[in-house]
């Protein structure tokens, strides 16, 4: 994992991104098992679902919440999104990392996964930290305006999302 985390660097992603990437494959974001290690009495559950221990793996990646949306994300931008753990993830990023980043798609590919990251960790912020209510719309929203952005500054395309359900690039 050491040798790999290192590429992380490589990704055209705003460097906060790519320093949360790096935490999350650390194990080092602040979740509540996380935080339970000095705060062994505070609650652990997870933030959206209220069932399981609030892991990063659950978190992020097999929360009822987050597997839908990584399922509805992967359908929408052409590609399996799915991952169950840390490995998982670092081979479908790595692959990704490895094709050419030559054609808009394939970059367009690349700002998909920290996209999703990043939009999970935000939404659930908002939620445990302002109490805002969270809904599977408000992450989808959230990722939208996110890859519209991104398409824009870091791939160099419109990326327009078609109501059939999945993105569209003009270069
Ligand atoms: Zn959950």
Redesign the pocket.
């Known amino acids: 994992m050491a040798t790999c985390t290192s590429k992380i660097w490589k990704w055209r992603v705003p460097c906060k991104i790519k320093l949360f990437i790096w935490l999350v494959l650390q194990g080092r974001i602040l979740t509540k098992m996380y935080r339970a290690k000095w705060r062994p009495e505070e609650p652990t559950e997870?933030t959206?679902?209220g069932?399981?221990p609030e892991s990063i793996e659950?978190?992020l990646f097999n929360?009822?919440?987050s597997a839908c949306f990584w399922e509805r994300l992967g359908e929408a931008a052409g590609f399996r999104c799915a991952f169950h753990d840390m490995e998982e993830l670092w081979q479908l990023m790595d692959a990704l990392l490895n094709q050419g980043e030559k054609c808009t798609q394939g970059r367009f590919r690349r700002i998909v996964i920290p996209a999703g990251l990043w939009t999970i960790w935000r939404v659930r912020n908002a939620m445990l930290f302002k109490g805002q209510m969270v809904y599977a719309e408000n992450l989808w929203d959230d990722v939208l305006r996110l890859l519209k952005d991104w398409g824009q500054f870091l791939v160099g395309a419109r990326v327009v999302w078609e109501p059939g359900g999945s993105f569209r690039i003009d270069a």
């Open positions: 997870c959206f679902c069932n399981e659950h978190l929360c009822t919440t």
